[in-house]
């Protein structure tokens, strides 16, 4: 157990929904970085907050979009949902962005999302 | 950060040591060897991670040759529990923290 809480589990909608995912860090963990695993693409970094601010984006697309809470729990938001959004979704969480020994990223057990 | 390159997949009797190499020799001297695995479907789970040092912690042991262009991650007594994809990630210290990973190596461990 990481520490990291990711919820829902799974997640079952339509095409066109739009759903949220939520992520809490590790207790003391200031920065949450979320990731995407699907089949054809691997597993490929989204976006990346540190104590409430956006700190780095990935490959993420304008449909989908994140925020982390003065709590530093974060949440990410996917809209207009495609079939190719189909994915296990990744919050990890470090207690520093980038630097030593602090940074090591430690991931949730994930978010699984069909859509249909 | 530095492009790796790992075999795709590997076969280990269970009980003997689980030796995976990884290839890094275009990494800099300011760029940390990160190892992580992921078991099923399960989120990737941090081993250990070394600069140039050979470093040891519970779950495994890395190897970083002299010249940093190559590691090793040893896994001392595999067991059935470590059967899962390993991935070798190559990534700056400060400044770049996302982690990028490649296709890393299906470990399968043999009854």
């Known amino acids: 157990d990481s520490g990291v809480t990711q919820t829902p589990k799974h997640l079952i909608t339509a095409t066109g929904q739009r759903v949220t995912l939520r992520c809490s860090p590790r207790s003391g963990d200031l920065s949450v970085y979320w990731y995407q695993q699907s089949l054809d693409q691997g597993l490929q970094f989204l976006i990346q907050?540190?104590?409430?601010?956006?700190?780095a984006k990935g490959n993420i697309l304008e449909r989908f979009s994140a925020q982390q809470f003065p709590d530093l729990h974060s949440e990410l938001n996917l809209s207009s949902l495609e079939l190719g959004d189909s994915a296990l979704y990744f919050c990890a969480s470090s207690v520093v962005p980038g630097g030593g020994l602090g940074d090591t990223q430690y991931f949730g057990p994930g978010t699984r999302l069909t859509v249909l | 950060d530095a492009k790796t390159t790992q075999p795709t997949s590997m076969d280990c009797a269970e009980g003997r040591a689980a030796n995976l190499p990884c290839n890094h020799s275009?990494?800099?001297?300011?760029?940390?060897v990160y190892w992580y695995r992921q078991i099923h479907s399960q989120g990737p789970q941090y081993i250990i991670h070394g600069l140039k040092n050979n470093e040891t912690n519970e779950m495994a042991s890395l190897i970083i040759t002299e010249d940093r262009k190559s590691s090793t991650l040893i896994l001392p007594h595999a067991t059935l529990r470590d059967t899962a994809v390993y991935y070798c990630?190559?990534?700056?210290?400060?400044?770049?923290?996302?982690?990028?990973f490649g296709t890393g190596t299906r470990l399968t461990i043999i009854p």
């Open positions: 990630i190559v990534r700056v210290a400060f400044g770049n923290e996302k982690l990028t």
């Open positions: 275009t990494i800099s001297g300011n760029e940390y």
């Open positions: 907050y540190y104590n409430g601010e956006e700190r």
